[in-house]
């Protein structure tokens, strides 16, 4: 099953368009997917897998998180966060759907069901919150404390214990016996997965993550209109025990607890299926950003001409010009797929091109080992190649992900150093380079050593194209 990615604007409450991208796999009924915080659609490419066979399944990056642009507020609350599942829906063309939602995505689409119920056909809700008002005050003033990036990324450290600890602790900050957590793990893979989503949202994970955690209980009152809804949660989740705390429910929900995540899904799923209603999403791309045959992310101009590729390593945010169109190379920046072979780049590259662009190309350029790339791919196309600029080409550190989080502040250490030296690795009087102006501006590095950490294969392709 085929997940494709997309990018999407909508228009909020008060008039202002923000870009959102989304996961969409599947084909029948849709049904609209909200992730938690800090996390993005990204966690939900195992679910989209499994339900695809029976819905068109739709799963937005929420506000600030993922690659979605954050909400026009300074402190948006959970109302905000629905009104955005509204915005979305609307943009894609439903005007009712199905959904589900898991700890903070069922905290908003409880909240959503209750602001408008009629965009509603069902909703199963895994692992919803009923917060004390102990707990909102505990966690207003510990759980979420802003995110500031530091010049020296003292900040990722921090994220890497603060993901790390958040499955032998809850709340993650409360590290004694009596708030251990059933399913502690130290799995590094996971682990480095949540961490790139919180560094993809940035100063936005504090906003997102602390308007869910004061939330209140928001079910519908006694004769109020609802959807069927239900509520449910597997053994080891610490918001399992909040179902105790929901009190009488409405006519149509329903609240379950069961031993095992996959209990809950076959719950939900079969919820969901029984429920769902007729739909058809006719999205409308934006014209200066998307995806391409292949899953291949582009920026800019797609009738420039000029078609320009990024280093490896690199990002197409970093070498995008006006006036021209750049892609995410593979395994780089938002594309999806994988490559280190030049022949298979090439491929990939070329087919992308075919659909996206909308006027002749005339020029094809690259940075660094992207100049052979794009020499070749010139030729290939019958463009006249620019000429390559000579190697030896700079590498990217060794960023495998190990346990204690070390890969996330090589990327870091790399990214300052780029910014001062050519190459970045032979700092020296004799390579110092003009720093440009805000290149070493936390926000700048911060977007870098995430494009560094996305970049998988660079070294690969770099000595492959050597060879």
């Not at 209750?114 to 919803?128: D, K, L, N, T, V």
């Not at 993809?200 to 602390?210: F, Q, V």
């Not at 949660?233 to 069961?258: F, M, N, S, V």
Request: glycine share 8%; with cysteine.
């Amino acid at each position: 099953m085929i997940i494709t990615r997309h990018f999407i604007d909508v228009t909020d409450p008060d008039g202002s368009r923000r870009r959102v991208h989304y996961r969409r796999a599947g084909s029948g009924r849709p049904l609209l997917l909200i992730h938690q915080s800090p996390r993005s659609s990204a966690e939900y490419e195992p679910l989209l897998e499994r339900w695809a066979p029976h819905f068109t399944c739709l799963a937005p990056d929420t506000p600030g998180f993922g690659e979605s642009a954050p909400l026009p507020h300074a402190a948006p609350d959970v109302n905000a966060y629905a009104d955005a599942v509204f915005a979305f829906m609307d943009a894609v063309g439903l005007p009712r759907a199905a959904a589900y939602g898991f700890h903070s995505g069922a905290i908003t689409l409880i909240t959503a069901a209750q602001r408008a119920p009629q965009r509603f056909s069902a909703i199963a809700a895994e692992g919803y919150a009923v917060w004390t008002d102990a707990e909102r005050a505990d966690f207003a003033a510990r759980y979420t404390p802003p995110y500031t990036l530091m010049p020296y990324g003292e900040h990722l450290t921090w994220t890497w214990s603060r993901i790390r600890e958040q499955s032998w602790f809850f709340p993650w900050y409360a590290a004694d016996d009596a708030h251990r957590l059933p399913r502690a793990h130290d799995d590094v893979g996971h682990n480095h997965a949540m961490v790139m989503d919180v560094l993809a949202a940035g100063p936005s994970y504090a906003l997102g993550y602390g308007a869910m955690l004061q939330a209140p209980r928001d079910l519908p009152a006694p004769g109020d209109p609802t959807p069927p809804v239900l509520i449910s949660g597997y053994d080891g989740d610490p918001l399992q025990a909040h179902i105790d705390r929901l009190g009488d429910l409405p006519p149509g929900w329903a609240a379950e607890k069961h031993s095992s995540p996959a209990g809950t899904e076959a719950a939900a799923l079969a919820w969901l299926q029984a429920r769902a209603e007729p739909g058809f999403p006719l999205p409308r791309a934006p014209d200066d950003e998307g995806y391409t045959m292949n899953q291949l992310h582009w920026l800019g101009d797609r009738g420039a001409g000029h078609v320009h590729l990024h280093a490896p390593g690199s990002a197409a945010e970093f070498a995008h010009v006006r006036g021209q169109l750049t892609l995410d190379l593979p395994g780089h920046g938002l594309s999806v797929p994988e490559a280190t072979d030049p022949e298979l780049i090439l491929a990939l590259l070329a087919e992308g091109l075919e659909p996206l662009a909308t006027a002749a190309i005339t020029r094809i350029t690259g940075d660094g080992a992207s100049s052979m790339l794009a020499a070749r791919l010139a030729e290939q196309l019958r463009v006249t190649p620019d000429p390559i600029i000579p190697g030896p080409w700079p590498r990217l550190p060794d960023l495998t992900p190990d346990r204690f989080g070390s890969h996330l502040t090589r990327a870091w250490s790399h990214a300052r150093a780029e910014a001062a030296f050519d190459p970045w690795d032979a700092p020296g009087a004799a390579t110092a380079r003009t720093i440009p102006a805000g290149a070493l501006d936390p926000a700048r590095l911060h977007r870098r050593a995430l494009a560094s950490l996305r970049s998988r294969g660079a070294n690969a392709i770099s000595q492959a194209l050597e060879d």
